[in-house]
Each structure stands twice: as C-alpha cells, then as structure tokens.
C-alpha cells in the first residue's frame, strides 16, 4: 500500500479512542503483539537494574499506560510524562498510575512526528509499539534525533516495534510465521483484520535500519533484547 493511502493522524486518533479498554489489561491489550508480555518484563527489569536511581521517564505513545506503571512499580520514585495521541488514553493512563500513588508530571497529546520535546529532562524514554506509525525514514530521523536530545547524558532510550525485513524471502516467511501466531490465537478472520490494520495503519522498518539511525543520531551500547517474527525490542544510551 502506499504511503498517501494510510489512514490519517486523526483516523488513527479516533481508533485509539475507541479502544482504551483493550488497551487498560496489562495481560491482553497486546495480544497481537508477538512476545509482548516478555518485552514488558524485559524492559521493567532492566530498566530496574541499569537506572535504580533514575528519576523522570517520558513514556511516548503511552496507551492506558501498561508500560509507565510495571516500570514505576519497580521505580516508584519516577516522575513521569505520558504523550499519547489520544486524550482518552492519557486521561486513563494518568487515571491508573495516580491510582498507585506514582506522580505524572505532564501529558501531552500530540503525533510524535509533530511534538516539542524538552532539552536534556529524561533519564529514559520508552516507546513501545507506537513508533510504527511514522510514515517516512526521515519521521524515523527526525524523531530519534528528538529523543536524544530530550535524554540526559547516561540517560536510555528504549524501543520496541512492529518490524519488516530487507530480504523479501525472509519477509515472507516471517509474516507466514505472524500468520500462524494469529489464527492460533483466534482464527483466520480475526489475522486477516491484524493484517488489513497493519496495511492501512502501520509503516515499520527494517531493525539494520533503526539500528544505523540510532547510531547516526549518536546513541551507543545499542542491544538488540529481543527479536521474534515481525516484532523486535532494543535499548540505546546517550554517551555520558
């Protein structure tokens, strides 16, 4: 599909709004996300031991806010900043976490695409899932450049994503794979709507490519976590 035929930044607005509830169960509001759960905890653990001292996290693309909360379980002390597209999800993201008594310093609704970032406030930054929605390489750019700089030095930035793969082959195998993975959660009809959505709502890169753009934009110790199918997760540090 081409590019002038996804679905709008407002489209993908409304769709969001309609799902909250989906998105508020930290078990199954990503079922169609390959390995979610596993990222989720790979991310909160990590996070834990690398930053135990870290003390603000801008959460973009926060959904219902699964994320900020198992991260600011393990570290209470964040100060948070929640950017969504959809004011119903940030609303029930800032809903839940103040429900645990963690702070949400800001929430901004704005495309990440589009959103000011502050200067050097971060000791992390996670975008889970939300990324995929950029439309050209040079949103990818322009928004990693962002990120960096919003980071403090020291500070980590924390990645994961629907990907597609250079070797076409591979391409199709792995997509034959995700396939699977979703009729043997529901069924034929409900992977052919995952696929459709992806078609018209999602533009994933190749993880070489957001690999050299970290590298580019200036993060180091770049690791791959996690990498299954068609999703993959990977962390980056701003040189200290």
């Not at 909360?69 to 100060?79: A, E, G, H, S, V």
Request: charged content about 25%; proline content about 3%; overall charge negative.
């Amino acid at each position: 599909m081409l590019q002038s035929e996804k679905i709008s930044i407002e489209e993908l607005r409304c769709q969001f709004d309609a799902d909250v509830d989906r998105f508020s169960n930290e078990q199954t509001g990503q079922t169609s996300s390959v390995d979610a759960p596993l990222i989720l905890s790979l991310f909160e653990t990590s996070i834990a031991r690398i930053h135990p001292n870290a003390q603000r996290l801008l959460d973009i693309g926060c959904g219902a806010g699964n994320f900020s909360l198992r991260i600011t379980r393990k570290l209470p002390q964040l100060k948070l900043t929640l950017l969504d597209l959809s004011n119903k999800m940030l609303q029930k993201a800032k809903e839940r976490l103040l429900m645990e008594n963690f702070t949400v310093e800001e929430t901004i609704q704005s495309d990440i695409a589009q959103a000011e970032l502050p200067n050097e406030k971060f000791d992390l930054v996670v975008a889970a899932a939300s990324l995929h929605h950029l439309r050209t390489q040079q949103d990818w750019k322009n928004v990693f450049e962002r990120i960096y700089c919003s980071l403090i030095p020291g500070g980590s930035f924390w990645l994961s994503d629907l990907i597609r793969h250079e070797n076409e082959t591979i391409e199709l195998l792995q997509k034959e794979r995700y396939a699977e993975y979703l009729c043997g959660l529901r069924d034929r009809t409900y992977q052919q709507q995952v696929f459709e959505y992806i078609d018209r709502s999602d533009t994933p890169e190749t993880l070489p490519f957001l690999i050299r753009t970290l590298e580019n934009t200036g993060f180091r110790q770049i690791d791959i976590l996690h990498k299954n199918i068609v999703f993959a997760a990977l962390v980056a540090v701003k040189p200290l």
